[in-house]
């Protein structure tokens, strides 16, 4: 009698409070006649994007450029200074140049179809790379220095990135030659770090967005980026390289998209932005390159406090549906993902931990995939811990869920996600156990 009073009670109570409606299972599995279960309780999605983030000091080379239908297009280069080899081994040498070259290698991430071919431009830098900040080492997104339209070098063909362990680029004869002949001569541009600066300023990579549709990652070999090859000739001539490693402060990625055409055409470009999902097609997304978290609320919950002078969350677990048909070839879902607690700030201010872990590891939703149907495709995650102290907080929490990927840094891979809110389907559903006494 108590439940079925209690359940009405509840009803009239979200009613009165919110438009919402909210489903009840139609038995209580637990046995427990104390406890109740609410099947779908309203949750509240929000797109959340920052205005910029640092891409400089990753070791990441993003380039290329790509159309996303449901995100808008993005083109990503990439600039690094090279730096001046600490020995000399050419000076007074009797030496003949063989070929200059970059070396990429592929971090098996990628954006687009990559069966399509692409094309990998190097140019050389007309600026130094130089900020204004202290240390001289912080670089964002939209930075961009100016470089030679003249191509220094370029890749024609496809990329495999899943299977290339080194993409060499073959830059100009005419550049090594010269190149090669300042260090024989030991010339006064390759006599100080100043100096060669001044002469080499540096590489940007990039792509002809006419041509490529995929944008792919890539890192140095070691910190090794170019490579000198020469013939030392001697009475037994000799094939060698000098190595040029990059200077990892000064090597960043300068990330540009578009969302025109798009539900996120709502958000202001490069601007700290949150948009409910009510204002961008009933649907939030996630994208790293692009900047944006999913920001999860829980605006009834604590109407849940309003049943009985004594609640006890017992369980709550989130299930997080992919958007059927968002994640098709050449797309695919992340393999994880974490909450952070968030405020009114947006801040990321706790991750939550897997409660079944005993070394308080972060919970990553356990995706599972439905190959059959789709239909059961989904992450879940056990936040009771997270729900009862938000009970527990009463009218002064503020708290939420921030929805990220695993990564650290937005430019090293690609992590796209795009969830329906409960206005248009059940691609968020919060399930909760509630012990009332």
């Not at 030496?95 to 990998?120: E, H, Q």
């Not at 094939?239 to 539900?263: E, I, P, W």
């Not at 098709?328 to 897997?354: K, M, R």
């Not at 409660?355 to 995939?369: E, F, K, R």
Request: hydrophobic fraction near 35%; proline fraction near 5%; glycine fraction near 6%.
């Amino acid at each position: 009698m108590k439940l079925k009073t209690s359940l009405i009670y509840l009803l009239v109570l979200l009613c009165s409070c919110d438009k919402i409606n909210v489903e009840f299972a139609e038995e209580n599995t637990t046995g427990d006649p104390n406890i109740l279960f609410f099947d779908d309780y309203p949750v509240e999605l929000s797109t959340y994007k920052v205005d910029s983030f640092i891409t400089s000091n990753h070791d990441v080379f993003t380039i290329g450029h790509h159309a996303d239908n449901l995100f808008g297009s993005i083109t990503g280069g990439s600039y690094a200074a090279i730096d001046l080899p600490l020995e000399n081994p050419l000076h007074d040498q009797n030496v003949s140049f063989d070929s200059l070259i970059v070396m990429l290698r592929p971090n098996k991430s990628y954006y687009g179809d990559t069966s399509l071919p692409f094309k990998l431009n190097v140019h050389r830098l007309l600026e130094k790379i130089e900020n204004d900040d202290a240390d001289n080492s912080t670089y964002f997104n939209p930075r961009s220095f100016q470089y030679d339209p003249v191509l220094l070098g370029q890749k024609n063909g496809p990329i495999r990135p899943t299977r290339d362990t080194t993409v060499n680029i073959r830059l100009s004869d005419a550049f090594g030659q010269d190149l090669l002949t300042k260090f024989k001569n030991n010339s006064t541009e390759v006599q100080s770090t100043q100096n060669f600066s001044n002469y080499f300023k540096g590489l940007f990579f990039g792509t002809d967005t006419m041509f490529s549709n995929s944008l792919y990652y890539f890192k140095s070999d070691s910190g090794k980026i170019m490579r000198l090859y020469y013939t030392l000739n001697g009475t037994v001539p000799e094939k060698t390289f000098l190595d040029f490693s990059m200077s990892s402060t000064k090597q960043f990625n300068s990330v540009f998209y578009s969302h025109a055409g798009t539900n996120l055409s709502v958000f202001t470009p490069y601007k700290t932005q949150l948009k409910k999902s009510s204002l961008t097609g009933n649907k939030a997304y996630l994208n790293t390159p692009m900047g944006s978290y999913i920001k999860i609320n829980f605006p009834t919950i604590l109407n849940i406090k309003e049943l009985s002078p004594y609640v006890k969350i017992v369980k709550a677990e989130l299930i997080i549906k992919p958007n059927a048909g968002t994640y098709n070839f050449p797309y695919t879902l992340p393999p994880y993902l974490v909450l952070y607690a968030t405020d009114d700030g947006n801040g990321l201010n706790g991750l939550l931990a897997d409660p079944a872990s005993q070394v308080q590891a972060p919970a990553t939703g356990n995706l599972y995939i439905d190959d059959l149907y789709g239909e059961k495709t989904q992450y879940t995650f056990d936040i009771t811990n997270f729900i009862s102290d938000i009970v527990n907080e009463g009218l002064f929490s503020k708290t939420a869920l921030m929805l990220t990927p695993v990564l650290t840094t937005y430019d090293k891979s690609l992590e796209r996600l795009i969830l329906n809110d409960q206005g248009i389907g059940k691609n968020i559903q919060l399930n909760l156990y509630v012990l009332t006494l």
